[in-house]
């Protein structure tokens, strides 16, 4: 083995390669469990699969990796797929009842020859062992994961020659969406692509601060939680696709805008109505009140300004800044970014100095992904109605995102019952 190691670095010398033990159990004939030891060569710096560790066991997989790195793959950011010299494999789950099955007793693949962007594409999907195609082979080896079925579908795509602008992965991941829908609609086969977010290294480390389980009874206080906005943070966690699952939490914020505006209309009209010569200047006070309804209408009042009032409301400043910092996001939120879309879509810092500074950034950070996601109703800056493009680039930026639009959702919810 150690020769095999050695001939497999002297080809591959950015490849870093520690070796490890795993305990595994298996129920012996008896109905015992019994334990044993084997060692495994964790592989990392990959060429096209650096953000992920790939554990290796043997000598056959060393030479199956050897053979698939000789192609130049190049794992996708947001699905499991990979693209070797044009060839393109994608990774498929079945979200429709006996699709596998129905696909399974097929000998032959579904062919599917499609046009796109000037490319003549052949489209096939079967169902085969998972390890003899390269997405699966890599997958079965990617550390932490375990795939439970010994075979699969996978999606090939040939003949995407001259990609877009957008580039390859979102070339594919439109191409996928055109020929499963159709399929879908003509032969009741739904399938989606597998959300690699489960399978990731992210660059960052979430820090627990769950407590253990409890061994004792705990007490709890009834809580009057709106269903709906948990509905919506549940969905959120659901859903694999990256800009809808940035809307999904969105709508947590967004279903308080017209109460938040409630909020500060009737503080104001009751600050009014305190005060001790009301009823001296009772007409000058009531032009006042006129005049807070009518900013208030949706005419005067931009939803960017509705989405401060709820995040100002409802987060507090320095419970987002110790969350971004325990995942050492801080210097992430802390710069601007250049979004290259179809035009660069500006992504304003975070300024944490103080309050009023953090919501006014804060409010323009978050409002201008949302309308970017839904290029509707822009509002931001100079960089009006750029809708995003969801390139690998794009979309590890929108991660980070996630994960503070995750916990100011998570606020909400907690706050919004006090």
């Known amino acids: 083995m150690e020769e095999c190691i050695k001939r497999f670095l002297e080809e591959h010398k950015s490849i870093n390669i520690e070796k490890n033990y795993q305990l595994i159990k298996h129920l012996e004939k008896d109905g015992e469990w019994k334990e044993e030891e084997y060692t495994i060569y964790i592989l990392e710096n990959i060429e096209g699969l650096s953000d992920f560790q790939l554990v290796l066991r043997d000598e056959e997989d060393f030479a199956s990796l050897t053979r698939i790195l000789k192609s130049q793959p190049t794992l996708f950011d947001d699905f499991l797929a990979v ?10 789950n079945n979200i429709g009842r006996f699709a596998s099955f129905r696909l399974g007793k097929r000998k032959e693949p579904i062919i599917i020859n499609i046009n796109y962007n000037h490319n003549k594409l052949d489209v096939s999907i079967k169902h085969v062992e998972t390890k003899e195609t390269t997405i699966g082979f890599l997958a079965s080896l990617m550390k932490g994961i375990r795939l439970t079925k010994r075979s699969s579908t996978v999606l090939i795509i040939e003949g995407l020659d001259r990609p877009s602008s957008e580039g390859v992965e979102s070339d594919v991941r439109n191409i996928i969406n055109s020929v499963l829908f159709d399929i879908e609609c003509s032969y009741g086969l739904t399938f989606e692509t597998a959300n690699i977010e489960s399978y990731k290294r992210l660059r960052f480390r979430r820090r627990s601060d769950y407590e253990p389980l409890p061994e004792e009874p705990i007490q709890l206080l009834y809580k009057r939680y709106i ?4 509905e919506y943070f549940h969905i959120a966690q659901k859903v694999d696709y990256l800009p809808f699952k940035y809307i999904c939490y969105f709508h947590i914020v967004e279903y ?3 109460k938040a505006a409630y909020n500060l209309v009737s503080r104001k009209i009751k600050n009014l109505l305190s005060n001790p010569d009301f009823h001296i200047k009772s007409n000058e006070y009531i032009l006042q009140a006129i005049n807070i309804f009518k900013k208030e209408n949706e005419k005067y009042t931009t939803d960017k300004i509705k989405v401060g009032r709820v995040l100002r409301e409802y987060v507090d400043m320095k419970s987002i800044l110790e969350h971004i910092k325990s995942l050492s996001l801080k210097e992430h939120f802390d710069n601007e970014h250049e979004l290259q879309c179809a ?5 304003c810092a975070i300024n944490f100095t103080n ?17 970017s996601i839904v290029h509707s109703n822009p509002d931001f800056d100079e960089s009006k109605a750029v ?12 991660r980070y995102e996630i994960e503070m639009l995750k916990e100011i959702s998570r606020k909400i919810i907690v706050n919004s019952i006090a």
């Open 83 to 92: 693209s070797c010299n044009n060839h393109i494999e994608v990774h498929l």
């Open 227 to 230: 269903p709906e906005l948990i």
């Open 256 to 258: 308080f805008m017209d």
């Open 343 to 347: 035009k660069t879509l500006n992504i």
């Open 355 to 371: 309050e009023n500074n953090f919501y006014d950034t804060l409010t323009k950070r978050i409002y201008a992904l949302r309308c």
């Open 387 to 398: 809708p995003f493009t969801p390139t690998p680039e794009n979309m590890n930026f929108l």
